[in-house]
């Protein structure tokens, strides 16, 4: 008898069990229509996905078109940035237009990102560039939304905007930042875990971003050495 108080199985769990009772019984006649379907699934399921990120696209670059036009409607969600400067306004839409571009991130690249943070005083905006890419680079990977469009600023030089950015990226995972000691002149230091019971090691740069933007740097570095097995 079913209990009807059990959680019904999600639908990679019952493609799994699809297969594996194909596998089971291979001579069964329903056992090829079991492995065809699964297929057909996981094929449409992959096709969903796409869609729903080229849509997403599709809708920034429009959405980047209005600010840049000015052409928010009245009470709109856009209407908040029409009173900015036309410079904002520019460098808000080319962030947004960002969202809609980028490609898979290396380790090299993670190395320079690396590199840059550990050579600046302060951020800038090649910094911020190569921030957002990473920033999109994972975006990409899932079924993004408007929620995954940062908010106007420097990931660089602003903590909201950082802690945003590694909290997206990070959606099961965790942060700290703070300070080791008690001295003014010590430099901040952040921790960037993946899951709640990752051990990362602690880094620290010379201001809150950089440092925060640092730890996500290094834990998404090891995480790829990890997978590579180097």
């Not at 908010?151 to 590694?166: E, K, N, Q, T």
């Not at 201001?207 to 925060?212: F, K, M, N, Q, S």
Request: aromatic share 4%; proline share 5%; hydrophobic share 40%.
């Amino acid at each position: 008898m079913t209990d009807a108080s059990a959680p019904l199985a999600s639908s990679d769990d019952l493609l799994t069990q699809a297969r594996d009772l194909a596998a089971a019984q291979p001579e069964a006649p329903a056992s090829a229509l079991l492995v065809a379907l699964a297929n057909e699934v996981r094929a449409l399921r992959a096709q969903l996905a796409d869609s729903r990120r080229e849509g997403f696209k599709e809708g920034i670059r429009g959405a980047a078109k209005v600010i840049r036009n000015r052409q928010a409607a009245e009470g709109s969600a856009l209407a908040g940035l029409m009173n900015r400067s036309q410079e904002d306004i520019e460098r808000f839409s080319r962030e947004v237009e960002q969202a809609a571009e980028g490609g898979p991130i290396t380790l090299t690249d993670l190395r320079r990102l690396r590199s840059k943070i550990n050579a600046v005083t302060v951020g800038d905006d090649e910094l911020d560039d190569g921030i957002r890419r990473l920033y999109y680079s994972v975006v990409h990977t899932r079924t993004p939304g408007a929620d995954d469009i940062p908010p106007p600023g420097s990931p660089s030089r602003s903590l909201d905007v950082a802690s945003f950015i590694v909290e997206r990226i990070m959606q099961e995972g965790w942060w700290t930042l703070g300070k080791s000691g008690m001295r003014v002149e010590e430099k901040p230091v952040s921790k960037v875990g993946m899951y709640a019971q990752h051990n990362p090691g602690s880094h620290s740069a010379s201001d809150g971003p950089l440092t925060l933007l640092l730890a996500l740097v290094m834990t998404l570095i090891e995480n790829v050495k990890r997978q590579q097995g180097a």
